[in-house]
């Protein structure tokens, strides 16, 4: 399966580092990223291959980080992503 990621938080030190670094750990590769900064505001959209994962894999992963950091972070199948934003 693959899935959407997105972040949003303060900008701070280490948010590609921790996320990319949970979904390393759990065998996630990332195929696309794009990320910004807008004033102080960082924001992170990610397109990741889950292969044989489910959501529940990572979801006490990212919610440490979530906690950690001070970020809000969503994650939802590309094929509900796409039907969610289709005109």
């Known amino acids: 399966m693959r899935a959407v990621i997105t972040v949003i938080g303060k900008d701070k030190v280490g948010i590609i580092a921790r996320v990319s670094g949970l979904l390393g750990e759990n065998g996630i590769n990332i195929l696309d990223i794009s990320q910004t900064i807008m004033q102080d505001v960082f924001t992170m959209i990610m397109l990741v291959d889950m ?23 969503h994650i939802q199948s590309e094929d509900i992503f796409n039907l969610m934003h289709r005109v």
Request: aromatic residues 0%.
């Open 51 to 73: 292969k044989e994962k489910a959501v529940s894999d990572i979801s006490d992963g990212i919610k440490q980080i979530e906690q950690d950091m001070g970020l809000s972070i």
